[in-house]
């Protein structure tokens, strides 16, 4: 289809969070980086920075679409890890941990301002290769119907979206992350879809005949 727009349509309007996943090996090294980092390890945290400060960094952006202050957020949420490492106590998979951090200081950045749900691709460091003057404004039209839908749905409906389609994560670690029962995200991923669902059939379909 060529655009980031529709792709992410076509997730939303077809695919459900991914399963509860296996530990894996990136998981287990993640936990031994937060219990070096709280023996206050330099070099694992440098480590731990590495993994995570461009993963914090697009989350908050894509809230926001603030450079500055998403920038602000990833050095709160990494001085945070630095300072409550030795709380972490492996309830959680690391990345949920560190994602509601992000989640509790990207609200506290933005308090009284209204979230933005922006491109996946957005932040990324290397740009996509320009696209042609009918993909801009075809791409344009795409982009500002889709984020007009979104901007229709409630903040937790929104957020709930980001955290599911962009950061690939389950019903289960998004409730830890927003601090809700799990049926409350499954609720509001509900009531998200079924607004969006016009659109996105829309969507999907000038997709396909692109």
Same mark, same amino acid.
């Not at 809230?63 to 972490?88: G, P, T, Y």
């Not at 492996?90 to 933005?110: C, K």
């Not at 696209?131 to 749905?153: N, W």
């Not at 998004?174 to 659109?199: D, G």
């Given at each position: 289809?060529?655009?980031?727009?529709?792709?992410?349509? !076509? =997730?939303?309007?077809?695919?459900?969070?991914?399963?509860?996943?296996? *530990?894996?090996?990136?998981?287990?090294?993640?936990? $031994?980086?937060? #219990?070096?980092?709280? !023996?206050?390890?330099?070099?694992?945290?440098?480590?731990?920075?590495?993994?995570?400060? +461009?993963?914090?960094?697009?989350?908050?952006?894509?809230?926001?679409?603030?450079?500055?202050?998403?920038?602000?957020?990833?050095?709160?949420?990494?001085?945070?890890?630095?300072?409550? #490492? *030795?709380?972490?106590?492996?309830?959680?998979?690391?990345?949920?941990?560190?994602?509601?951090?992000?989640? +509790?200081?990207?609200?506290? *950045?933005?308090?009284?301002?209204?979230?933005?749900? %922006?491109?996946?691709? =957005?932040?990324?460091?290397?740009?996509?290769?320009?696209?042609?003057?009918?993909? $801009?404004?075809?791409?344009?039209?795409?982009?500002?119907?889709?984020? #007009?839908?979104? =901007? !229709?749905?409630?903040?937790?409906?929104?957020?709930?979206?980001?955290? *599911?389609?962009?950061?690939?994560?389950?019903? !289960?670690?998004?409730?830890?992350?927003?601090?809700?029962? =799990?049926?409350?995200?499954?609720?509001?991923?509900? +009531?998200?879809?079924?607004?969006?669902?016009?659109?996105?059939?829309?969507?999907? %379909?000038? %997709?396909?005949?692109?």
């Amino acid at each position: 289809m060529g655009f980031e727009d529709v792709a992410l349509s !076509r =997730e939303l309007g077809e695919r459900e969070p991914p399963p509860v996943p296996r *530990a894996d090996a990136a998981a287990d090294e993640d936990v $031994r980086l937060i #219990a070096a980092v709280a !023996r206050r390890d330099r070099r694992s945290f440098e480590r731990l920075y590495t993994k995570y400060a +461009h993963r914090v960094f697009r989350f908050a952006f894509r809230l926001s679409r603030d450079q500055s202050k998403s920038e602000e957020v990833v050095n709160d949420v990494m001085l945070e890890i630095w300072k409550s #490492a *030795a709380e972490f106590g492996g309830r959680s998979a690391p990345s949920t941990w560190i994602f509601g951090i992000a989640r +509790h200081r990207t609200l506290n *950045a933005l308090r009284g301002r209204t979230l933005y749900i %922006g491109d996946s691709d =957005e932040a990324a460091e290397v740009a996509d290769p320009a696209p042609s003057p009918e993909e $801009r404004v075809d791409g344009g039209r795409i982009r500002e119907r889709l984020q #007009a839908a979104l =901007e !229709r749905l409630s903040t937790e409906q929104r957020e709930v979206i980001e955290l *599911a389609f962009v950061e690939g994560l389950n019903y !289960r670690q998004i409730a830890a992350i927003a601090k809700c029962p =799990e049926n409350t995200v499954k609720t509001r991923m509900f +009531h998200a879809r079924k607004k969006l669902e016009p659109l996105l059939t829309r969507l999907l %379909g000038e %997709g396909d005949q692109s």
